[in-house]
């Protein structure tokens, strides 16, 4: 007679059972306790409001559409390049502040197994710059742009700041996980050759972490364009804000216009961004 062997649960099972009972009590508390109903996104009233909206993008019954007016589209366009400039900022910022902190944040460097060099600092450097990157990602980029709004006046320079405290944050946590997973047999050969840190760094580390920094930077480059029209909400310049002034004024065609600049400006990173990748690559 055949035992049969009780089965394992494994964590990603439970995981899976976890995330369908809570995506079904999620459902249960929507519908059962908060008594919503789909039927009232469909009213006759939201389609009259819609309709209303739509035509109103479309410049439907309006004698000059902005996207029909070269001034509007100049102005525009200077948007644009602001935006422009905000990202590319912003991720100068956020990758020049990863890069300078990403090796001691690296849990091998910590202990000293990539370097076979193990200092009494090293569990502190890591805890210390871990703990920045929990706090700077942790906090959104409108939250940072909001309180850096009253220490700068209103610009694109706020924005960028914004920008590259949130992603700094995202970015050294990534980098230095790229370093923990090398191996570490180049690096090791290197040290036990009589390099320093700085050799080994420029040498061992980075030549090997480098193509997948520039994959993680393009990527957060990509992220921070798209999230530019977010912190223009409270100031920062660029399409973000002249998109807040537009919506409160109800000039609908003014928002077609700056939405094309800006599909355009996101398809453009979208582009440079995977070219970038094959030539890394």
């Avoid at 006759?44 to 479309?58: A, E, P, T, V």
């Avoid at 502190?124 to 742009?145: D, H, M, Q, T």
């Avoid at 850096?148 to 230095?176: E, R, S």
Wanted: charged share 15%; aromatic share 14%; hydrophobic share 55%.
């Amino acid at each position: 007679m055949k035992v049969r062997k009780k089965r394992k649960i494994t964590f990603v099972t439970a995981s899976v059972y976890a995330l369908l009972l809570l995506g079904a009590g999620s459902w249960v508390s929507i519908f059962i306790l908060e008594k919503a109903s789909l039927s009232t996104l469909f009213s006759q009233q939201n389609f009259m409001y819609s309709s209303k909206f739509f035509k109103g993008l479309l410049g439907i019954g309006e004698e000059n559409p902005a996207f029909l007016n070269l001034d509007s589209w100049k102005t525009a366009i200077d948007l644009t390049f602001d935006t422009l400039k905000m990202s590319v900022m912003a991720t100068g910022f956020a990758t020049i502040a990863a890069l300078l902190t990403v090796v001691p944040a690296a849990r091998n460097v910590a202990n000293g197994s990539i370097t076979l060099a193990k200092k009494w600092h090293g569990w502190i450097s890591f805890g210390i710059i871990r703990s920045i990157y929990i706090f700077s990602r942790a906090v959104p980029e409108l939250v940072w742009a909001m309180m850096i709004i009253f220490i700068f006046k209103p610009g694109i320079l706020p924005g960028a700041i914004a920008l590259a405290l949130h992603n700094f944050g995202i970015l050294g946590k990534l980098c230095a996980e790229v370093i923990e997973d090398l191996d570490s047999r180049p690096v090791r050969n290197l040290a036990s050759s009589g390099a320093g840190r700085l050799q080994i760094l420029l040498y061992g580390v980075l030549p090997a972490a480098l193509p997948r920094f520039l994959t993680y930077i393009l990527y957060r480059w990509e992220v921070i364009m798209r999230t530019t029209i977010v912190v223009g909400f409270v100031g920062a310049g660029g399409l973000g804000q002249q998109f807040k002034l537009s919506m409160s004024f109800f000039h609908y065609t003014d928002l077609t216009l700056l939405l094309l600049c800006y599909l355009v400006l996101v398809f453009a990173a979208d582009y440079i961004s995977e070219k970038a990748r094959f030539f890394i690559k």
